[in-house]
């Protein structure tokens, strides 16, 4: 699972910030980052308290 994240993260950042991003980012676009971003980091934090409560799925 980690590793998904992990993978997953460095997609999203060199969408965002590789040799092919755009110059300049419209709003929309930042906010879309912004809420992948946040799920990344609700996913894990939900995968640790399922793993420290012992009912990881």
């Not at 699972?1 to 980012?25: D, T």
């Not at 709003?27 to 609700?42: H, N």
């Not at 934090?45 to 799925?57: D, P, R, S, V």
Request: aromatic share 10%; glycine share 14%; proline share 2%.
């Amino acid at each position: 699972m980690l590793l998904g994240v992990i993978v997953f993260s460095g997609i999203v950042f060199m969408v965002m910030f590789g040799n092919h991003a755009p110059k300049q980012m419209r709003l929309g676009e930042k906010v879309m980052f912004a809420l992948i971003i946040v799920g990344i980091v609700v996913a894990v934090i939900f995968g640790a308290l399922q793993m420290l409560g012992g009912n990881l799925y």
